[in-house]
């Protein structure tokens, strides 16, 4: 029951908590007119590119809204937006969303764009609800997309190809066209904030003073530490109600926990979502007996002890809630557990009128699987450096057979600590 409140808990923060989060920093917003007010804006950090911000003078102040068209730009936390109309094409990237129609779909929009480079040579970023990204140049006192599209053909064999529309690299082509080093490089760059700002730093070197901007790139940010801590492991077996491993009620197994994880932070959105990896190193046991009675005077007792140790890895999407001085975890993915060494033996005594008749002694589980997969769930809270979680973590058990099915249940709490 209580693994199912986790769960409950952790969609409910999910889907309540995403965006309601408020970060006052230092910015200032420019008008059509030039006049510029200084102050705070909540900044967000944003993945995808703003529709409105909010604005206030201080931190007892009102706030105020301002959507894009309504400001020329803002400037916060090192990022510049700019207001602008822009035609784009909407049609779609992705291969299972790809059509035959070979013309664009336009769309004019008012927008918030992202400015990576700015001189006599600008290139701005924009990534909106589709999660397309796109990228613009400024020309002839207008925004212009730099297109990269793909659309599907039949070839003479009726097989579905992907053709895409490289046109941005004609469009840089052109645009820098006073460089020859970077119209030799344009034909190569590729449709991305890192190609294309190297692309016009290489410009930037003919002619220095094209550029008086240029954003620093956001990068993954990699964090390692490690966990220490405790499993509470419990495995139930069902089916032939007179096999050993089905009749036995196994006691939950305490045991020690130890690891080293990664983690890959997402650069924007304020480092909320990350990537994260733990090689675990952990084990359990099962021990217990069981009494089968064949008759009123003749019976055996089973006496099961398995050890198993595991190397595991929690692949997991983790979502960080920032508060003031803290943020809380919540994590989900899946376990792969590699069997590194085990312990498997039954005891069967068997009696007759009270007496012990014989005694054999074999594997509790003959075919003890070395491999084992999961879904796991959890929660925590970071301070600092120092971390403490909650997971739970469901598996297929360490062995089936004809006679029966398993299944394994693991509670983690784990105290952890960044080391960088």
Partial sequence: MLKYCLLTAILLVLTSIGYSQENYQQGCITFYNNDTLHGLIDYRNWDNNPSVITFKHGLSSASKQYKSGEIREFRVAYDVYVSAIVTYDASPLQP??????????????????????????????????????????WKDNTFEELVYRKYLVKTEKAERVIMPNLKYKFQLIVYLQDCPSAKESADKAGYNSQSLIKLFKTYQGCIPTSVDYIKKPDKMKMEMGIHLGMTATSVKFKGDKY????????????????????????????????????????????????????????????????????????????????????????????????????????????????????????????????YDYGIIIGSGIRYGRFSAEVRFETGQGPASSRAFNAHSSTWYLLAGYCLN
């Fill in 243 to 370: 096999s050993p491993m089905v009749g036995t009620r196994f006691p939950v197994s305490l045991d020690a926990s130890a690891g080293l994880y990664f983690d890959l932070v997402k650069p924007r959105n304020r480092g909320r979502w990350s990537f994260y990896n733990g090689l675990f190193y952990d084990s359990y046991r099962l021990k217990g007996d069981f009494n089968d009675h064949f008759s009123a005077h003749y019976y055996s007792v089973y006496s099961t002890n398995i050890n198993l140790t595991y190397i595991r890895l929690h692949t997991m999407l983790r979502y960080r809630y920032q508060l003031k001085n803290m943020s809380l975890l919540f994590n989900g993915g899946m376990s792969n557990s590699l069997q590194i060494s085990s312990e498997n033996k039954l005891n069967d005594k068997r009696y007759m009128y009270g007496s012990l008749a014989d005694e054999y002694n074999s594997k509790a589980l003959d075919d003890l699987k070395t």
């Fill in 96 to 137: 299972d969303r790809l059509t035959y129609d070979v013309e664009p779909k336009l769309r004019t929009d008012t927008v918030f764009l992202l400015t990576l480079v700015n001189g006599n040579k600008c290139l701005y970023y924009l990534k909106n609800h589709q999660d397309k990204i796109r990228f613009f140049i």
